[in-house]
């Protein structure tokens, strides 16, 4: 399209800041920001982050490692 750009974020870059989600997991990280992210803010590393957080919050007692 002529008249318009696209900014692709992965699975991967879910799996960067947290390992320990799954395939599944880190796409329901992605849908979740596409479907709620403040324009004014935008998509960016810290979204993600906070986001896989509360959606799936680290239990320091299981081990996990982000």
């Known amino acids: 399209m002529k008249n318009s ?3 692709m974020w992965h699975i991967d870059d879910i799996k960067t ?5 799954n395939n599944s997991e880190s796409m329901q990280v992605l849908e979740f920001v596409r479907d709620n992210h403040d324009a004014s803010i ?5 979204v993600l ?3 896989a957080e509360i ?3 680290i239990n320091k007692n ?3 490692v982000c």
């Open 5 to 7: 750009i696209s900014v």
């Open 49 to 51: 982050e906070d986001i």
């Open 62 to 64: 299981r081990g996990d």
């Open 42 to 46: 935008g998509i960016n590393w810290d």
């Open 17 to 21: 800041i947290r390992p320990d989600l």
């Open 55 to 57: 959606l799936y919050p």
